[in-house]
């Protein structure tokens, strides 16, 4: 693609003016003094870890180490330019790919995680999306403990964000409802630069027009059917990742406070001593291997290597289900079946539709340079500005033939993304509540070896019949009267004229996925065999080991998952200082 080239080369001649503070900042393993002592070793620097590091350091008492297998995310244009999000350099990704997915034909997918400071959220597509009050009331149950329900958390949101005006200032009322918003959080969220545009404004007389969707002003309200203008974690036009927001420069500045790069955790270490399993000491290894360091934790070690990495130094640490280490010649420490189960994630599926409009092309150079006078235009935007969340009709045969995935009656069972390209309208409808589950084992007893990541899609029969009903719900709304004059045809996939064989190998050829991988660490009650760790997020059996990060939340919930790990944390923290 030359249009990619020429981006790569105008990215490659802009430094942008971010300050690169040393000091607190180590770049590898050699700078850590082998007489440093911390009481906290939080593991992983994504949404997670950076909250619960930043949020720990906070208390003058704490003395934390917060160590991550990617370099500095300061000082990177793309990864700082919204607009950049497709584009941002391989060297921040662990470049997983998938098993071959049965349920994709034998099709392995690509799957990119971030390996960078600020994980996932440094490389994410920034929306933020809350979810249903459903999905955080099915924690609640799951886990006994009621701190973990939609109320409960409710607080946190609005600790964590920071409501700020749209890139270049423009007024956005009515866009959202300011009752739900944070005024004074570190992680700031905005709508978008530029809007209503004419295509949004046929959205909203549309969801006028029609009842199956209505317009719905407040989507983070916990009740997010409908269609919504979409608000993202930018700040004054700049990607708002969780280290921008928790660990930028007065987070740096404090002396308890040590960040270490480009530095791997292999595995988690249990103290000889100890009657019971007491694990608060981590092997840490230069980024691709290398001789490893030893560094115990006063307090506690806490793992947020994400959906994939936690589950991962687990298993390469003993912890897991016995017969399946045994395979791979790791001694077991611990026999905890369920880590790396319960995989679950959102599949997407492309559909489009031929339209009346005309393709605006964007002058990328022009656009470049006007971020960089001013943080507004087109590249201070990252996705679509609105997105639709649907359920499956009450009267569709498929919800008296399964019993209905979805956390309650609030919770969508679909997201479709609205995007105009002049001669076509396109869209992604997510299945936001599979049945499918897949799964994260390790290759062998080499801790360096990528994990097995098996994401199960369609492996469930409910999955690829509610696929067809979103495509269904995707149909209806751009036959709605607003669109008569604009939207021309459908393109399909359509599952009402194609045969069933010819839909699902177009659905196995064409899915993919918006990186949302949840559960391989799942919560569960105190006392439940079940799951890995307890309502304190402490590693059941264990003494001294936590996890805070996307692994535990036991079921996706029904929106993009970046606002739910961010409150997960914020509440995680919490429980932490109360302990100590
Ligand atoms: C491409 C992409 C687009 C997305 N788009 C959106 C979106 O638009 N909106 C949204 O809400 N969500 C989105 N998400 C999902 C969201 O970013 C994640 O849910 C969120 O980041 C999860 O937080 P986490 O702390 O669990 O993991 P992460 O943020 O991924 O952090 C894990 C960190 O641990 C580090 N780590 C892993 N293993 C080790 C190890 N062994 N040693 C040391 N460090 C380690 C990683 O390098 C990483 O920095 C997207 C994700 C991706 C990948
Ligand atoms: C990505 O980063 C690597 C390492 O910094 C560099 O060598 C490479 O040229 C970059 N690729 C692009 C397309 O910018
Ligand atoms: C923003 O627009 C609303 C109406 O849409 C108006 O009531 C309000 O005064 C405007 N605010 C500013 C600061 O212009
Ligand atoms: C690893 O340790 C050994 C023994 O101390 C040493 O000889 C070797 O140089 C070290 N390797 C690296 C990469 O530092
Ligand atoms: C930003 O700069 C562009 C020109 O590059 C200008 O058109 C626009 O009005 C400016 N916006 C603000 C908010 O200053
Ligand atoms: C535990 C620890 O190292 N605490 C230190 C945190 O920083 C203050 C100064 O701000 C020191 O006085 C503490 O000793």
Sequence with gaps: MPGLTRLASLVSLIVIGASITNGKVLSDLTELSAQASFDFIVVGGGVGGSVVASRLSENPRHNVLLVEAGPENQGVTEIAVPGFF????????????????????????????????????????????????????????????????????????????????????????????????????????????????????????????????????????????????????????????????????????????????????????????????????????????????????????ILSAGAFGSPTILLNSGIGPKKELNKVKVKTIHDLPDVGKGLSDHLIFPVAWSANGVAQPVDTAAALEQWQTNRTGPLSEAVGHQIIFARIPKEAQLLKDYRDPASGPNAPHFEITLASQGPQVGGYVVLLTPRSRGSVKIRSNNPLDRPLIDLGYLTDPFDTLAIKEGVRVAKRWYQGPAYEDYVTGFLGPDPDTLADKEFVELLQQTAGTFWHPVGTNSISAKGSKKGVVDSDLKVKGVKGLRIVDASVIPYVPTAHTQAATYVLAERAADIIKEDW
């Design 86 to 301: 497709f584009f941002i350099n391989g060297t921040y990704s662990w470049g997983h790919t998938s098993t071959p997915q049965v349920g994709l034909g034998g099709r392995s997918m690509p799957y990119t995680q971030g390996r960078v400071l600020g994980g996932s959220s440094s490389l994410n597509g920034m929306m933020y999306t809350r979810g249903s009050s459903d999905d955080y009331d099915l924690w609640g149950k799951v886990s006994g403990d009621s701190r973990w329900s939609w109320k409960n958390l409710f607080p946190y949101f609005l600790k964590n964000e920071q409501l700020v005006p749209p890139p270049g200032g423009r007024n956005a009322t009515g866009q959202y409802d300011p009752r739900y918003h944070g005024r004074n959080g570190p992680l700031h969220v905005s709508l978008p630069w530029a809007g209503p545009t004419d295509f949004d404004l046929l959205a909203v007389k549309n969801a006028e027009a029609q009842d199956e969707i209505k317009f719905n002003q407040e989507p983070n309200s916990g009740k997010n059917a409908g269609l919504s203008y979409v608000q993202s974690t930018i700040g004054n036009g700049e990607r708002w990742s969780a280290a921008v927001g928790f660990l930028g420069e007065k987070a740096r500045e404090r002396p308890n406070l040590t960040i270490l790069l480009n530095t791997q955790t292999t595995r988690v270490l249990p103290s000889n001593n100890a009657r019971n399993l007491d694990i608060r000491t981590v092997e840490l290894v230069p980024l691709g291997g290398g001789n490893a360091t030893i560094v115990a934790a006063k307090k506690e070690v």
